[in-house]
């Protein structure tokens, strides 16, 4: 029995009984299709799915929806100060608002009462089993596919069903991504990755390190100007520090406004460099390294507090890490610094550890495949990855988007059929297009997107999938 | 992709929401009543939100921006009315129907296009257009014409009600009517079709042939837009929430969305 503590769904009917490729029993679910995580993106594939008329049977690990929106999972990245780095119309599911009176940027906490009120409104707790984990997906021929369940963490027995299709939407921000380093086992002092960062106590009167400057180490160094005794903030490049607001708006809408009337990418690029450096300045006048790039080029960073204690002496910058002592950590400059606690804010991996990665074009298993829309799977009609992105705005509206090509490309499976296997031959054709403009080569740049580009992308293909 | 929406996204204002919920919640869905252009949720709270809710379903009304006790809006575009509707319908605890009237309709069907509703009625629905102008300027011509202009549009008590209304009432209500924004009722002339609705929901067509404000050859354009032919309540002015028979509509919008076999899950 999955221990539930919300009210999802009951155990399933079993249907007719068929059996697996090593003789087990298998529940056929028929027609149903199956939603592997009930975070935000797995809660719009459940959605868009039983919008267009079809079973869901969703599985989620956790007790709850919202996934890493939800900090007391215990795999959620998210900490208690954790605000959105894209502003509310950026974020938001397309057909369902935030309210008008929330901030620009909310909090975590909102967010999740969002995804909440979401899945109460849409009627969508009905389709999940709480407390469930998918520990196999396997494909039996005739495009279906069987998963296998048990309760999250092992008790119970394993339970398998098919399923006519599979969306895969089980985040890509809960597997550390850990550099490894000569002396670190040897190093006296507190390591952690950001993944067990939940709060500022953590770093109370301790002299720390952070490593990284993605949004979660420029967060993390902000709160230890605040909170630590000392600071230094290690990063092996250098970046454009965007603040939230520019002209008196959401600095994200602002270029929008710019993407909307075409302004070409490299006049964007110009007007950016050129409004930072009216208002903050150069920064290597701190100690930070020029960046290697332009704007753009990294994936962007949403923080107007980091250049502020740069500016209050209260972080130091220093480059990448050499190595480790005992008692001190060497940098690339030959300087030595003696953090008691060092943060790894290094990023996350995506995992698809309960699939052949082979499936997903994903050869060597790093966590890397190979799709079209960075969602629909060459040879595999009837699987799909959701929320695989990484987007310079909120990942909901593209992952909602992706839910409703998948929900109608599996609709004209059955209406028209010889069209859907038309549309395969597309897919194929798509496999590992890219979406952004040129960006720094790194592990967390393969799948970057660029919202416009992508939405475009994925609007073409709806329209190709509509009128062929 | 939408850009202008991301980019220039709509500006928050307070709204006024009149509701009236049943004792007993009984899982039915929730409707939210959207006024034409120049009333507010109070043309709602007379009559209908109460009967809804003492039929069992969680009646609302929102006054669109610039309307009843909402925030002034002058500069508001029919999209910043149907933003307005979304708003109020996905802070409901559940999929809500959609019931638009006159230009409000309009404003539903808009609003159709950003929010999955679980259904839709539109009464007496003015999906604008040069047609609809022309048939105001016969009745009405100095109430209209100057709405061209950017004056506000007034609507004279026999457009509004029939004969049948008490003449206290007739004069209580017309008395309470605002105007729409200028740009907005420009739009309502000129402005784009609805984009198509998402999520598929049934959607019923009603009103009266003795409308003198819509047609009834309008009604029938607008039901065969979502396939069906309006349902008519004969001898009722436009305002079918206010006149004297307001109970006859009502009770047939609720009685279709217990029984339209099209939609077994309304409960
Ligand atoms: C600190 C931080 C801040 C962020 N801020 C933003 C932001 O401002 N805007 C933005 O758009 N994005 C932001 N992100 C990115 C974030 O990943 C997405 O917002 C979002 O959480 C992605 O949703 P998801 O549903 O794809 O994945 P998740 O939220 O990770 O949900 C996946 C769900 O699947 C479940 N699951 C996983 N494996 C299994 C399994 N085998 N069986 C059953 N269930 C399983 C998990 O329990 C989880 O509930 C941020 C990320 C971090 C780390
Ligand atoms: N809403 C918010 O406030 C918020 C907060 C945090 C995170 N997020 C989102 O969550 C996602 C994950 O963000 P993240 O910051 O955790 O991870 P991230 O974006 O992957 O950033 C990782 C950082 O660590 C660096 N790094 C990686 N490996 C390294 C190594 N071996 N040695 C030295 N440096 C290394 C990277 O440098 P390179 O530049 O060389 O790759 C980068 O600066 C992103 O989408 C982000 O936008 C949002």
């Known amino acids: 029995m999955p221990t539930s503590t919300e009210p999802g769904r009951p155990d399933p009917e079993t249907t007719t009984l068929a059996r697996g490729h090593d003789g087990r029993p298998v529940s056929d679910r028929g027609d149903t299709v199956c939603v592997i995580g009930a975070g935000a993106s797995g809660l719009t594939a459940v959605k868009n799915l039983a919008e267009h008329g079809f079973g869901v049977d969703c599985y989620e690990r956790e007790t709850g929806v919202g996934g890493a929106w939800n900090w007391r999972h215990d795999r959620s990245p998210v900490y208690a100060s954790t605000h959105l780095i894209s502003s509310r119309p950026f974020t938001q ?13 909310p909090h975590h906490s909102q967010l999740l009462s969002y995804f909440e009120r979401y899945a109460d409104h849409f009627d969508l707790r009905r389709h999940i089993w709480f407390g469930t984990e998918v520990v196999r997906v396997e494909p039996v021929g005739d495009d279906r596919w069987d998963v296998t369940t048990r309760s999250t963490g092992g008790y119970g027995p394993e339970r398998t069903s098919r399923y006519a299709a599979v969306v895969i939407a089980n985040g890509h ?11 670190l086992e040897q190093f006296r002092g507190e390591v952690m990755h950001a993944a067990s960062y939940k709060d500022s106590a953590q770093l109370r009167g301790k002299r720390v390190l952070v490593v990284g400057a993605g949004n979660t180490g420029c967060d993390i160094a902000v709160e230890a100007a605040q909170q630590a005794s000392r600071c230094w903030h290690s990063t092996r490049r250098g970046y454009w520090y965007a603040p939230k ?11 929008d406004l710019l993407l909307a009337l075409r302004v070409p990418l490299r006049v964007r690029q110009w007007l950016y460099h050129r409004t930072l450096r009216l208002t903050v300045g150069d920064l290597t006048r701190f100690g930070l390294p020029k960046p290697d790039h332009r704007v753009y080029e990294t994936h962007p960073i949403a923080n107007s507090l980091l250049v502020y204690h740069v500016g209050h002496g209260a972080i130091t910058p220093v480059p990448d890490i050499e190595r480790f002592h005992p008692h001190s950590v060497e940098l690339t400059d030959g300087r030595h610094v003696d953090p008691e606690l060092v943060v790894f804010a290094t990023g996350y991996l995506p995992r698809f550890e309960f699939l052949d990665g082979k499936l997903l074009g994903d050869d060597e298993g790093v966590g890397r495949p190979r799709l079209w829309l960075n969602a629909l799977v060459p040879d595999h009609p009837t699987l799909a990855v959701t929320g695989l992105l990484q987007p310079d705005s909120g990942i909901f509206t593209l992952a909602h988007w992706q839910a409703v090509l998948f929900a109608r490309l599996l609709r004209l499976r059955v209406s028209r059929p010889e069209r859907a296997a038309a549309f395969a031959a597309r897919v ?8 952004s403009g040129q960006v720094k080569d790194s592990t967390r740049h393969w799948f970057e997107v660029g919202h416009a580009d992508y939405l475009r992308a994925l609007e073409r293909a709806l329209r190709e999938l509509e009128s062929k | 992709m939408r850009s202008w929406e991301w980019a220039r996204p709509v500006r928050p204002v307070r709204r006024e929401v009149l509701s009236a919920v049943p004792e007993l919640e009984e899982g039915r869905p929730p ?26 379903f969680g009646g609302y009304a929102v006054s669109l921006r610039g309307h009843g006790a909402s925030e002034p809006a002058p500069e508001a575009t029919l999209r910043a ?10 802070s409901l605890p559940r999929r809500a129907v959609l019931v638009g009237h006159g230009a409000g309709a309009l404003v539903v069907a808009h609003a159709m296009a950003r929010y999955p509703a679980r259904a839709a009625v539109l009464v007496a629905p003015v999906f ?6 022309g048939t105001a300027l016969r009745r009405n011509p100095l109430g209209t014409l100057p709405a061209v202009f950017g004056a506000g549009l007034r609507l004279n008590r026999r457009q509004l009600f029939s004969g049948e209304l008490p ?4 004069r209580r209500y017309t008395g309470r009517l605002g105007r729409a924004a200028r740009r907005a009722q420009w739009q309502l002339l000129t402005g784009a079709d609805p984009e198509p609705a998402v999520g598929d929901p049934p959607v019923l067509v009603l009103g009266s042939p003795d409308d003198r404000v819509v047609p009834a050859a309008a009604l029938t354009r607008a039901a065969r837009r979502y396939g069906s032919a309006p349902l008519l309540f004969p001898g009722m002015g436009h305002d079918l929430m206010l006149d004297a028979r307001w109970r006859e509509p009502i009770d047939a919008i609720l009685d279709w969305l217990v029984k339209d076999p099209a939609r077994d899950d309304l409960g």
């Open chain 2, 31 to 56: 409707l939210l009543f959207v006024p034409g252009f120049g009333h507010g949720a109070w043309a709602y709270a007379e009559n209908w939100l109460g009967h809804v809710a003492a039929r069992g």
């Open chain 1, 245 to 255: 607001y520019v002209f008196g708006r959401p600095a994200d809408q602002v270029n």
């Open chain 1, 173 to 183: 921000n809960w597997s550390p991504k850990l550099p490894r380093y000569e002396g």
């Open chain 2, 167 to 170: 003449d206290a009432d007739a």
């Open chain 2, 81 to 90: 009315y149907a933003h307005d509707v979304v708003q109020v319908a996905a």
């Open chain 1, 428 to 435: 194929r054709a798509g496999a590992g297009e890219r979406y």
């Open chain 1, 93 to 105: 599911f397309p057909d369902f608002p935030m309210p008008d009176h929330w901030p620009d940027y």
């Open chain 2, 128 to 133: 604008g257009g040069w047609a609809t102008f």
